[in-house]
């Protein structure tokens, strides 16, 4: 019983923290993407003409960051665009704010989704008992 109230605390932090920490850091990696990234990959034959044109701009640029970050970090991600080698070609510091965006900020947002769904799954089949 103590584990699932001690997830529950965690949940209802989690649930306060993200809508804050998420759309900051998202903002913040948005504004720090280097234009010579933007100008090199927002283009065809990466984007459409229209993804080209709405991407540049908030806020759909935010789109525009969590691709490139996927992309940096998770290399099927640049396979589905066609992006290449995009991790080897960005700034260092880029390609590790990328990444520990992708592996903490997004890993720790799919991980309270995951116990979410293993609590709701605990408590629809009545094993908290």
């Known amino acids: 019983m103590q584990i699932i109230e001690i997830t529950m605390w965690i949940i209802g932090f989690s649930i306060l923290i993200i809508p804050v920490v998420l759309p900051l850091s998202l903002t ?7 234009k010579s990234v933007i100008d090199r990959y927002v283009c065809p034959p990466y984007f459409s003409e229209f993804e080209s044109a709405a991407y540049r701009y908030f806020p759909t640029s935010w789109i525009r960051t969590l691709l490139f970050s996927l992309a940096i970090s998770i290399p099927i991600f640049r ?6 080698d995009m991790q080897k070609q960005v700034p260092l510091w880029f390609n590790f704010a990328s990444r520990l965006f992708v592996y903490v900020v997004l890993g720790y947002l799919f991980s ?3 116990a979410i ?13």
């Open 28 to 34: 913040l990696l948005t504004w720090l993407t280097p």
């Open 79 to 84: 396979r589905i665009r066609g992006l290449g």
């Open 112 to 114: 309270v989704c995951i």
């Open 117 to 129: 769904g293993i609590l709701v799954v605990i408590a629809a089949f009545g094993l908290h008992k």
